[in-house]
Nanobody, 126 residues
Framework: QVQLVESGGGLVQAGGSLRLSCAAS????????MGWFRQAPGKEREFVAA????????NYADSVKGRFTISRDNAKNAVYLQMNSLKPEDTAAYYC???????????????????WGQGTQVTVSS
């Protein structure tokens, strides 16, 4: 099992940047595909970004491509989401997710992940 704790959320003006971090417990972090999802009030949780176990493959939602960057540090058991050029529509609770996997790819659907953090709020003001 793995436990996930997100941090780094906050209030930022449109056009600004934030860096989210997700700290994972456990000794086999490099065996997990990692993802970031978000959920705005009244909306379903949606995919933001995912990264393969080695970090060699990354996927992004079209809405964040070119603005957000996912990365991981397997030595530190951590995954990050650098968010630039933030927009008011990026406002949501952001969740880190993990799934034990043996392949080399990523996972982009909510139901594919078994482990979730508690979320961190990101609010972008106009």
């Amino acid at each position: 099992q793995v436990q996930l704790v997100e941090s780094g959320g906050g209030l930022v003006q449109a056009g600004g940047s934030l860096r989210l971090s997700c700290a994972a417990s456990g000794r086999t972090f490099s065996s997990y595909v990692m993802g970031w999802f978000r959920q705005a009030p009244g909306k379903e949780r949606e995919f933001v970004a995912a990264i393969s176990r080695s970090g060699g493959m990354r996927n992004y939602a079209d809405s964040v491509k070119g603005r957000f960057t996912i990365s991981r540090d397997n030595a530190k058991n951590a995954v990050y989401l650098q968010m630039n050029s933030l927009k008011p529509e990026d406002t949501a609770a952001y969740y880190c997710a993990a799934e034990y996997a043996q392949g080399i790819g990523t996972l982009t659907r909510v139901y594919e992940y078994d482990y979730w953090g508690q979320g961190t709020q990101v609010t972008v003001s106009s």
